[in-house]
């Protein structure tokens, strides 16, 4: 069995400019590998400026990487091919609340990606939106809104609806949650995991809580600077920490649940 | 004494809809000495609470309270002029988001400067006054980690990290050596290495100065390491309070309880990939307010009195206002 995704070699390259008084720091992703099954979850955990964004934005096509390829069940992703992209890869932002447009109703929101990437009736495009909705626990009347009227957790099922309106096999999300209350993060975090069980996607969960991506991801991988520093199944990960950089985050993470204890 | 005691704090707002009470009947009371966190999720009316200590609050909008006191002094009745003495030398607030409160026009140095106040420098002449300034000034940064003080006294801030950036305030704050550190979600988005130091700082702070902290957050981790209490907050209402040890094994409120569940690192006997628990629905806005006990529509208990506003009961140090509290069915 080919795996959904595999990416091989993967790497990148950001040249440092520098012009006569400003200087830019350069930043180098090492060749990395890894795979994901439908249905699994990956969650790659890393400080700020390890890459894990980056690596997120490959991924979707954002960034062009250096060297390296990624296919999709066995097929490889050409980095002019954006359709192929678009359909089967889709990205859920950070600030869901900053990536839906105000000017919008949700319904138009959704009908965009619709618009440009089927070839779909009217008619066809508003009961796919009518049935996305509900998926994500909207009603459809929510299509008639516009992104203030709607609470902080309707909006992030809303970021989602729009990352599942064209039948994706891949869902990546850049801390999704990290700008949620506790209450409506737990909901959010819920219904992905229903909907990967339903429809068997497959997850990339680019976080920095530990506790987090322990919880839902099946494989981790842990970023430091650009290079892969360990990879594996997340239980063993975070239960036997190899690297000393994952005991340090294993060991701060729990140094915050049971203070006494140390 | 307790030193900060809030009981049935009020604050109206005139809205479209007439008066809507943004904060109802808040009780709060910090002891010297203790770390008290205030957990809510946004729009809970944490920052309200803090600004209503402050004294920050717009003067349209209404503010009532049976007791607003510190150190027994009516921080309401007082005037202008000794509210901002209080405020200066025993009250220090580390607002939310350290890089909208500084000042982008100004160095960071400067800013530390200014906020020095002319009681701690004793110099006759200017330029001595000047040095003792700075003298202070790196002595703070120093205390609160930040080691290379030439470099950030000269920067600007969006020249620095937002993490440098908090610790600067906080050191803006100790200024006039406190009592009691108001800290509104410091360590927001915030990576978990930042964080521990963070909160080791203000643990330190705690236990070598004797400086209370109100330590205002919806991050349960980084409270529940440090805080020795706990209120909780939802919509507007206190909800519960208590010692944290306590609240964190028997939670007597529905919504204490989601809180902690929805954290899944407090739990170890949780298997990887089950549903977590949750309450359904989400927080109604201030134009929408429920009658009775707000949490009534998304309570998994409520009943038929949950349309009365619960009292405030009290076992031994653990308050908290519900009808029909977990582990303490009615007889």
Redesign the interface.
């Known amino acids: 069995m080919t795996a959904l995704l595999s990416v091989k070699n993967l790497s990148f390259v950001k040249k440092p400019k520098s012009r006569w008084f400003k200087k830019s720091k350069g930043f180098t992703l090492h060749p990395l590998d890894f795979e994901l099954n439908s249905g699994e979850?990956l969650g790659i955990l890393g400080?700020?400026g390890s890459g894990k964004s980056l690596l997120g934005k490959l991924l979707v096509g954002a960034e062009k990487p250096t060297s390296g390829e990624i296919y999709l069940n066995g097929q490889k992703l050409l980095g002019d091919n954006i359709k192929q992209r678009c359909l089967n890869i889709r990205m859920i932002f950070q600030h869901s609340n900053e990536s839906l447009n105000p000017g919008l109703t949700a319904s138009a929101i959704l009908e965009e990606p619709l618009i440009l990437n089927t070839g779909m009736s009217p008619i066809e495009r508003q009961n796919k939106i009518e049935k996305t909705l509900k998926l994500v626990g909207l009603l459809s009347e929510h299509r008639f809104f516009y992104r203030h009227m709607l609470?902080?957790?309707?909006r992030q099922r809303l970021a989602i609806a729009k990352a599942l309106i064209l039948d994706p096999q891949i869902l990546v999300a850049d801390e999704p949650f990290?700008?949620l209350?506790?209450?409506?993060?737990?909901?959010t975090?819920?219904l992905i995991?229903?909907l990967q069980q339903d429809l068997g996607l497959g997850f990339i969960f680019i976080s920095?809580?530990?506790?987090?991506v322990?919880?839902?991801s099946?494989r981790a991988l842990i970023l430091q600077d650009g290079k892969v520093i360990e990879t594996g199944k997340?239980?063993a990960i975070f239960s036997w920490p190899k690297a000393l950089y994952t005991q340090?985050?294993v060991n701060?993470?729990h140094?915050?649940?049971n203070?006494k204890s140390n | 004494m307790a030193l900060l005691d809030i009981r049935n704090l009020t604050l109206e707002i005139e809205g479209t809809s007439g008066w809507m009470k943004a904060l109802d009947k808040i009780n709060l009371t910090i002891e010297e000495g203790e770390i008290r966190a205030l957990v809510g999720?946004?729009g809970s009316g944490k920052s309200l609470i803090v600004q209503a200590i402050a004294g920050t609050i717009p003067e349209n909008w209404v503010i009532t309270a049976d007791r607003l006191t510190w150190k027994g002094q009516d921080l309401l009745s007082m005037s202008a002029n000794e509210r901002r003495k209080v405020m200066r030398e025993e009250i220090a607030v580390v607002f939310q988001n350290p890089v909208l409160s500084l000042d982008p026009s100004a160095t960071l140095g400067e800013q530390l400067i200014e906020s020095i106040p002319r009681s701690l420098v004793d110099g006759k002449w200017f330029w001595q006054r000047a040095a003792q300034r700075k003298e202070i000034a790196i002595k703070l940064l120093h205390k609160v980690g930040i080691r290379d003080h030439d470099s950030y006294l000269n920067s600007y801030p969006n020249q620095i990290a937002d993490d440098i950036s908090q610790k600067f305030l906080i050191a803006c704050a100790l200024v006039s050596s406190p009592k009691i550190l108001i800290a509104d979600d410091p360590t927001r988005?915030m990576?978990?290495?930042t964080?521990?130091q963070i909160?080791k700082l203000f643990t330190k702070l705690n236990q070598t100065r004797q400086l209370s902290i109100l330590f205002v957050s919806?991050d349960?981790?980084?409270i529940?390491?440090?805080a020795d209490s706990m209120t909780v907050l939802y919509c507007g209402q206190t909800v519960e309070s208590g010692k944290m040890s306590q609240l964190r094994k028997r939670p007597l409120h529905p919504y204490t309880k989601?809180?902690l569940?929805?954290?899944?690192?407090?739990r170890k006997d949780?298997p990887?990939?089950t549903?977590?628990?949750?309450?359904e629905g989400?927080?109604p806005?201030l134009q929408h307010l429920p009658i009775g006990c707000r949490l009534g529509p998304r309570c998994p208990r409520a009943q038929k009195e949950c349309v009365k506003v619960p009292e405030n009961r009290r076992v031994q140090e653990h308050s908290y206002s519900c009808h029909f509290p977990l582990h303490r069915d009615k007889k």
């Open positions: 979850t400080l700020n609470s902080d957790g309707q990290a700008a209350d506790p209450s409506v993060r737990s909901q975090i819920n995991m229903k920095h809580n530990i506790g987090l322990r919880h839902i099946d997340a239980e340090k985050l701060s993470h140094s915050l649940i203070p | 999720e946004s988005g990576e978990i290495s964080k521990t909160l919806h349960l981790l980084a529940s390491s440090m989601a809180l569940d929805s954290a899944p690192s407090f949780l990887p990939r549903p977590l628990a949750t309450l989400s927080m806005t």
